[in-house]
């Protein structure tokens, strides 16, 4: 046996940026006190709201009660709230998982070769739809989508189309596409420049397909940026609020993804206690997607 | 098989550099054939020219026999080998080889039979599972070529596949490379800024310069009759001697010497090239001081100050080394002396 050399009790009081312990401790605790202001305090403010009968008006409002799990059950049970949590699911799969990923990526991969204006050209007209405040995108695409002098019912000569009415999902699915890809495409092309070129003109003088050269080349190189893009544009499509101001969750609960629900719980109807009760459920719907992106991130790699 | 064929090609970048400029090149089929010459002459851009990576510009560019100008890499049975090597990290040395098989969707036990009889070939045998980065750089060279070779292409392209190579490596992975395309009979290219290797291996050399061939020969040729004062420069492990003299009544008159020409030339000012190998001592010549002395290993270069300002090298065997400050007197070797016009440069 070799002598392990002595073991140097570091522990707790490790003080590896050499500045002190006390002094460190003092220079993030702003931080943390506005993290626990603004994120620990209200996190668990909804939880404990979510276990009593709070409302906006009425006897509760004054007094509530705690009713245990009984928001919790309620919620398993209502059939809006499975229909929220499946809109959620089919606004994240098409929107983001899908629609953002998929476009994100192809725009990053055919304007890697494009001529350096072409590529400025495109690149700010998708950035444009990112950066744009959401109320005034979603006033741009009512407009576009309007029955009546709608842009898009002028343009395919369909007029009388009430797309939002009509098609409030895939609507919804389209415009969110729209609205973040420019993300998608931004990580993607950093992703793409990272990609040695002499294996991608490997694979072309192999005779590759541009298929077989993504599946093959491209893709083994990217996998944790798709992994890490993909949780982030889930997260944020799910817990995202822009639906309710082009459709309000209309017509008939047909678009009210979970955001736009717990919203309508809590607002109009006043049920607060309910709805920090779904609020729960989302942020354990989130943790659950998060750890299984993680789990995968890390078996790969 | 294949010989290649250029001609008129000049392969023009976006940004308006002319990398390769009307070039004519044949390449005959089995040749080993190196392309030479310093950074950025246009190497590479012609060697990817060649592979279809670069659309040529204007000109032609036949493989056997046949115009491929207009045509995709993947089809013109080219086989590149990058200097990275550009081995897919992801994939074991198996399925680096035999990828070329996969893109033509060829059945698994076909290519995991390609993959292991070409290793074997090359040495790789106990590698097949492995991953690249478990590899030494003379192992991914040699997975880089087996992969080239498993694509069964009429051409091998290399780009400087040895520079990664420690310089031991490199003289055996050079010895190795010859008689690897020597068996397969392959035409090959092969780009180099390392002249020892171009002397060495290739059949004939092309010396380049500014996208155009400045010396096309055997490597005797280039070595000994460089066909201007650039190539003179470049080509040697010691720079040529390139000396200002001038030829009256017959005689090179030279840093206050008088030596023989070996042939009738007209009088003119001219540059005379001397390699240092073929210069010995000599009752009659260029005499000089004796300022530096370098050991090559078996010889030694000797750096003479003679009259006129010109510096003279020399190489010397070892252990025949004259003391600093000595006073020497040398001579070319009989025909070894060469004449450069002194306006364009050019062999006389
Ligand atoms: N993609 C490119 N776009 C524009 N110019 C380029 C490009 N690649 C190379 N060049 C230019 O073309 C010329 C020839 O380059 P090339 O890479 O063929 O040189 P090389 O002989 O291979 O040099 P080295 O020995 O350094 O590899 C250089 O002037 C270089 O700057
Ligand atoms: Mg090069």
Redesign the pocket.
């Known amino acids: 046996m070799v002598d392990a050399p002595p073991a140097r009790r570091t522990g707790r009081a490790r003080d590896t940026a050499g500045i002190g312990v006390a002094r460190a401790v003092t220079f993030v605790s702003p931080a943390l006190v506005l993290i626990g202001l603004f994120l620990v305090f209200p996190a668990l403010w909804t939880i404990y709201i979510g276990i009593t009968d709070y409302t906006l008006t009425g006897t509760a409002s004054v007094a509530p009660k705690i009713v245990g799990l009984g928001n919790f059950v309620e919620a398993l049970d209502d059939a809006l709230f499975g229909n929220a949590l499946w809109l959620t699911l089919v606004f994240v799969l098409g929107s983001a998982v899908i629609g953002q990923n998929f476009l994100g990526f192809a725009l990053a991969w055919l304007l890697r070769g494009a001529r350096p204006a072409l590529r400025r050209v495109v690149e700010s007209l998708v950035l444009m739809s990112w950066i744009l405040p959401s109320v005034v995108v979603a006033y741009l695409w009512i407009a576009l989508l309007d029955r009546d002098g709608g842009t898009l019912g002028a343009l395919i000569g369909s007029p009388g189309t009430a797309w939002l009415v009509e098609y409030p999902m895939a609507s919804l699915v389209v415009f969110n596409t729209w609205r973040g890809t420019a993300f998608s495409m931004l990580l993607y092309s950093s992703a793409l420049a990272a990609v040695p070129p002499s294996q991608l003109e490997t694979a072309r003088s192999v005779g590759a397909s541009g298929w077989q050269t993504v599946r093959d080349v491209v893709f083994p190189h990217i996998r944790g940026h798709v992994l890490t893009n993909t949780l982030l544009i889930s997260l944020w499509t799910a817990n995202d609020f822009g639906p309710f101001l082009l459709t309000a969750g209309g017509p008939n609960h047909a678009s009210e993804t979970l955001p736009v629900f717990i919203y309508q719980q809590a607002v109009p109807s006043g049920r607060l206690g309910y709805a920090a009760a779904v609020s729960v459920l989302l942020l354990l719907v989130n943790l659950v997607v998060s750890a299984v992106y993680l789990l995968l991130l890390r078996k790969r790699s | 098989m294949a010989g290649i064929e250029l001609a008129g090609v000049s392969t023009v970048?976006?940004?308006g550099?002319r990398?390769v400029d009307a070039l004519d090149l044949t390449v005959a089929d089995g040749e080993f054939f190196a392309l030479l010459?310093p950074?950025?002459?246009?190497?590479?851009?012609?060697l990817r020219t060649i592979a279809g990576l670069e659309q040529a510009s204007s000109g032609s560019v036949s493989i056997g026999g046949a115009d491929v100008t207009r045509l995709e890499p993947g089809v013109r049975k080219v086989a590149m080998v990058f200097q990275d090597y550009a081995l897919f990290p992801h994939m074991t040395v198996s399925e680096n080889i035999a990828y070329p098989l996969r893109v033509r969707r060829a059945p698994k036990p076909e290519r995991a039979e390609t993959a292991a009889r070409t290793a074997a070939g090359l040495g790789l045998a106990g590698l097949l599972e492995r991953r690249p980065a478990q590899l030494s750089g003379g192992q991914q060279q040699r997975v880089a070529l087996a992969r080239a070779m498993a694509m069964s292409a009429e051409v091998l392209l290399l780009d400087?596949p040895l520079s990664n190579l420690d310089a031991r490596l490199r003289l055996e992975a050079r010895t190795f490379l010859k008689r690897l395309q020597r068996d397969l009979g392959l035409t090959t290219v092969f780009?180099t800024?390392d002249q020892a290797e171009a002397l060495a291996m290739a059949d004939r050399i092309a010396v380049m310069s500014e996208g155009r061939i400045r010396q096309l020969g055997s490597p005797r040729d280039v070595f000994q009759r460089p066909a201007d004062t650039f190539v003179a420069n470049f080509i040697g492990s010691t720079p040529m001697n390139l000396l200002p003299a001038q030829v009256r009544n017959g005689r090179v008159e030279v840093a206050g010497a008088h030596l023989d020409p070996g042939g009738p030339h007209p009088d003119a000012p001219v540059t005379v090239g001397i390699r240092p190998e073929y210069l010995h001592e000599a009752p009659e010549g260029i005499t000089g001081t004796v300022s530096i002395v370098e050991n090559l290993g078996v010889t030694s270069l000797v750096t003479l100050e003679c009259p006129q300002d010109v510096t003279v090298g020399l190489t010397v065997p070892e252990h025949e080394e004259p003391p600093v400050g000595s006073v020497l007197t040398v001579a070319p070797r009989p025909g070894r002396l060469l004449l450069y016009d002194s306006d364009t440069g050019q062999l006389t």
Request: proline share 6%.
């Open positions: 970048y976006p940004n550099v990398a010459g950074s950025g002459c246009g190497k590479t851009t012609l400087e780009v800024h």
